[in-house]
């Protein structure tokens, strides 16, 4: 059983450029959770969704960034124009269900560089 | 805001010592604190997560203690090993179901 699988990796983009991070969650996972991780910083929550829903999007900056889960294939975090602060490792997480009961499973992430 | 104050920020334990890690949070509404742990280019992984009605949990070399009434909660690591070096980080969940708040993380460093 695969764990959460994020690509790519690592991602260089140059300023103004778009970034798209995908994220397929667990088996059987139906709830996706997106955090960013500063140098040297703890996790910051970004959007949780569950399949075709933003259930939570509080943590989302409210301009350039955007997340979906679609029905079939995996969730993406799109961000538009980036920017150097934009800079950081980006991670996904799933659960079974919602709440935190059964705890959430990280992916290894995908570390964004902007140049 | 910070939410949750985690300390320190480094810690330096030898081989076969006690490793202990400070949480504090801010409100007496969150009912959930676990503790992750990171290795370097890897996500974080739940170590040992604990609700507010009992005052300690332990899983092998890794107990949570809680303290409700000074709002606090702390991990210790028995018999610290080389391979528990990694980044840990408290977490909990700041008033809603799903949404966790992570402290600044702590870096551990066993020696031989």
């Known amino acids: 059983n695969a764990g959460v699988m994020q690509n790519p990796r690592h991602l260089v983009r140059r300023r103004g450029q778009e970034a798209r991070l995908r994220c397929s969650p667990m088996?059987?996972?139906?709830?996706v959770y997106w955090y960013r991780q500063l140098p040297e910083e703890g996790l910051k929550f970004m959007v949780y969704?569950?399949?075709?829903?933003?259930?939570?999007e509080s943590g989302m900056p409210k301009e350039r960034f955007s997340a979906e889960f679609p029905k079939e294939g995996p969730s993406i975090l799109r961000i538009q124009q980036v920017v150097r602060g934009d800079s950081a490792a980006y991670f996904c997480?799933?659960?079974?269900?919602?709440?935190?009961?059964?705890?959430?499973?990280f992916g290894s992430g995908t570390r964004l560089t902007v140049v | 805001q910070q939410q949750v104050k985690q300390s320190p920020q480094s810690l330096i334990v030898q081989k076969g010592g006690i490793s202990i890690i400070n949480c504090a949070y801010e409100?007496?509404?969150?009912?959930?604190f676990p503790w992750y742990q990171q290795f370097p280019g890897k996500g974080p992984a739940l170590l040992i997560a604990?609700?507010?009605?009992?005052s300690e949990k332990k899983e092998g070399r890794f107990t949570i203690s809680f303290n409700k009434s000074a709002k606090q909660f702390s991990l210790h690591i028995m018999d610290s090993q080389p391979g528990d070096s990694a980044t840990y980080f408290c977490?909990?969940?700041?008033?809603?179901?799903?949404?966790?708040?992570f402290g600044t993380g702590t870096r551990l460093q066993v020696t031989l």
């Open positions: 997480a799933s659960s079974p269900f919602g709440g935190l009961n059964y705890g959430y499973t």
């Open positions: 088996k059987g996972h139906s709830h």
């Open positions: 969704l569950q399949k075709e829903n933003i259930i939570d």
């Open positions: 409100n007496t509404a969150f009912d959930y």
């Open positions: 604990i609700r507010p009605d009992v």
């Open positions: 977490a909990t969940n700041t008033g809603t179901a799903s949404k966790l708040t």
